[in-house]
């Protein structure tokens, strides 16, 4: 790889953890869902400082080529991603349905209040 490469993966990544950095500042990411990118992009930072750690790694894991190691680190990183976002919109469905049911509960007794107002005067 030339070195040109070399210095964009390591501007990619610092620039995904700046951005990943910002946005937890901002409040605009909570911690549990910047973890992964957070590992992603230092994951990301090694490799770009340290080539060798990624053909090291390949040869460890059994990998031919290390491309295909990043390929299968990048989809499995999305993919916890995906499980982490499903479980947590299951969690916030439960919790809508909940509160429209509290609410529609809440609507009917200050319907049953009102007529029992209505009735007494």
Known sequence: MSVTSYIFGILAALMTLGVVIEMLR???????HAIWWLIAGVLALIVGIFPAVLDWAANLVGVGAPTNLVFFVSIAVLFLVCIQHSAELTDLESKTRTLAEESALQDMRIRELEQNSEISR
Do not use: P, W, Y
Request: charged letters at 85%; proline letters at 0%.
């Open 26 to 32: 901002r409040r605009r990411l909570r911690e549990r």
